[in-house]
């Protein structure tokens, strides 16, 4: 035999035993619901409580993250820079009843902080279902997000124009072609 085809077969042999055990540990147990911290002060790395109850700002069942059920997209948009400050903006989509509101929000870089929001506010387009949202930067700066309804009864579905500029500056309405 060749010595790598030796050593090989030696590790394999030194290692196998050893697989078996890994995958027969008992996982340890879940903590318990009822289980109290001992302290108030979190540990580092340890998720910060809430404090809120409502069921808004309980997290989905399995979301780690804690985003609130009525979010339906959350898209980064692109960037911005104006009044010596950079950074990028986002269209976060969300629930109010039975109908959808758009919020855009401009972030600082590198921090993340919210340097302004603007909440769109179209009677028409709050009854429409939004499913598709696409971002394409433009040439001048800004950039437009184009918002596809759900398809209707016919298949058909409506495309609508946000165009995002500066931290405040943000237009909304259907396309015309």
């Known amino acids: 035999m060749r010595p790598v ?5 030696a590790t394999f042999a ?11 540990t008992p996982s ?13 002060t979190p540990q580092a790395g340890a998720p910060a409580e809430r404090q809120d109850d409502s069921p808004e700002a309980s997290p989905a069942g399995g979301d780690r993250i804690g985003v609130p059920a009525k979010v339906w997209a959350v898209r980064i948009a692109g960037g911005w820079e104006a009044d010596g400050q950079r950074g990028f903006s986002r269209v976060i989509g969300t629930f109010e009843g039975d109908r959808q ?20 506010d179209d009677e028409e387009a709050a009854k429409l279902t939004f499913g598709d949202m696409r ?14 309804t759900l398809p209707d009864r016919d298949g058909l579905r409506d495309t609508w124009v946000l165009i995002i500029g500066a931290p405040g ?3 909304f309405g259907p396309a015309t072609n």
């Open 5 to 9: 085809t030796i050593f090989l077969l």
């Open 14 to 24: 030194m290692t196998a035993p050893a697989i078996p055990a890994f995958a027969q």
């Open 28 to 40: 340890p147990p879940a903590p318990s619901e009822a289980t109290q911290p001992e302290s108030d």
């Open 101 to 120: 509101k758009l919020t855009v929000q401009w972030l600082a870089a590198p921090d993340g902080r919210v340097i302004n929001a603007v909440e769109l």
């Open 135 to 148: 971002a394409e930067p433009e040439d001048r700066g800004g950039v437009t997000v184009f918002l596809d």
């Open 169 to 171: 500056e943000a237009r």
